[in-house]
């Protein structure tokens, strides 16, 4: 499809188990987004890469918290020990630089419970 | 650092009416600006842009929003509501030199009454 493709959409976890989300943004996007949203909040942003540069990864809320891109395209936002304040729905978005749009176009989701 | 708040969390709102949502942002320079709806289910859709230029900006369903530097505001207005607007709206400012990453409000979800 044309758009950004999240998977798995939901996913059940116990407490202290590894998670992984995958995220294939728009083909041709040079930047991908990772933000988290809990339930009743806003978006949070976790992690940022923009081509070959270092990722930005200021957003991230503890070390369990790992992504990685690989070839540019797909990501992978690796949640180890997950722990139930981890449970929200993880977004991810790409966007086209250097068209000096600024728009992100967002995935569905991926929605995280951990029990 | 950029932020942004949206000060109103719910509001209710009846068919045919009009609607404001406000959005306040903090920002060092010209920021991006964007209102993004997440309908029940769905993932985040833009509604609308401000990069720079005229400061009434227009966006899909109907949907504008005036740019209000002095205020440092980004309200989103519709002059009649329909039922399909209920959704959660959420404004976020951004800054090429961020990176495009935006920071988000935390939102005002709609309610339509008919």
């Known amino acids: 499809g044309a758009g950004v493709s999240q998977s798995p959409s939901n996913k059940v976890t116990e407490k202290g188990k590894d998670v992984e989300l995958r995220c294939d943004p728009i083909s041709g996007h040079t930047a991908l987004y990772w933000y988290r949203q809990s339930l009743g909040q806003g978006l949070e942003f976790l992690i940022y890469f923009q081509g070959n540069s270092a990722p930005d990864k200021s957003g991230l809320p503890s070390d369990r918290f790992s992504a990685e891109r690989t070839g540019g395209s797909v990501s992978t936002l690796t949640i180890q020990r997950t722990q139930q304040e981890d449970s929200a729905v993880y977004l991810c978005?790409?966007?086209?630089?250097?068209?000096?749009?600024?728009?992100?176009?967002f995935g569905e989701g991926s929605r995280l419970t951990v029990l | 650092a950029q932020s942004v708040t949206q000060p109103d969390i719910h509001i209710t709102v009846s068919e045919g009416a009009s609607l404001e949502l406000r959005c306040n942002y903090s920002?060092?320079?010209?920021?991006?600006l964007f209102w993004y709806v997440q309908s029940p289910g769905q993932g985040l859709q833009l509604l609308l842009k401000y990069f720079s230029g005229d400061t009434l900006v227009q966006g899909i369903k109907g949907f504008e929003a005036e740019f209000k530097r002095s205020q440092s505001s980004f309200n989103l207005r519709k002059p009649s509501v329909h039922w399909s607007d209920a959704a959660e709206y959420f404004c976020a400012v951004g800054a090429r030199a961020a990176g495009n990453k935006l920071t988000f409000g935390g939102g005002t979800r709609v309610l339509v009454k008919p």
């Open positions: 978005a790409s966007s086209l630089m250097g068209a000096n749009t600024g728009e992100l176009f």
């Open positions: 920002y060092g320079a010209t920021p991006y």
